[in-house]
């Protein structure tokens, strides 16, 4: 069974950084995109960047992450990191990890979803 877990979350002052890992595992042959989602308290779950196998990337809109996040990946670990800095009290949120279109050798899944690393982010 294909499983992803993502650690690096904590308590961090405004201003600091993070960086997040996710790793994939369980068999697995191909996963085409992985990526971060992000849900604060009381608010929807929204994304906050994705990459494809290739590198190619998409972040959330620019005012929220886009120059101070950055998203990495390293295929051959299926593991992807989110590298976190100058963060901003409103980026405290649960962090989730996904990877879309996993090939693995006994079943084919359109989504993985990980249980998520807690961001909290002091002023």
């Known amino acids: 069974q294909v499983q992803v877990v993502e650690s690096g979350g904590g308590l961090v002052q405004a201003g600091g950084s993070l960086r997040l890992s996710c790793a994939a595992s369980?068999?697995?042959?191909?996963?085409?995109?992985m990526g971060w989602y992000r849900q604060a308290p009381g608010k929807q779950r929204e994304l906050v960047a994705t990459?494809?196998?290739?590198?190619?990337?998409?972040?959330a809109d620019a005012e929220s992450v886009k120059g101070r996040f950055s998203i990495s990946r390293d295929n051959a670990k299926n593991t992807v990191y989110l590298q976190m800095n100058n963060l901003k009290p409103e980026d405290t949120a649960v962090y989730y990890c996904?990877?879309?279109?996993?090939?693995?050798?006994?079943?084919?899944?359109?989504?993985?979803w990980g249980r998520g690393t807690t961001v909290t982010v002091s002023a």
């Open positions: 996904y990877a879309a279109n996993v090939v693995s050798t006994i079943h084919r899944y359109l989504e993985v």
């Open positions: 369980g068999s697995i042959l191909s996963i085409n995109a």
């Open positions: 990459i494809t196998t290739r590198g190619s990337t998409t972040y």
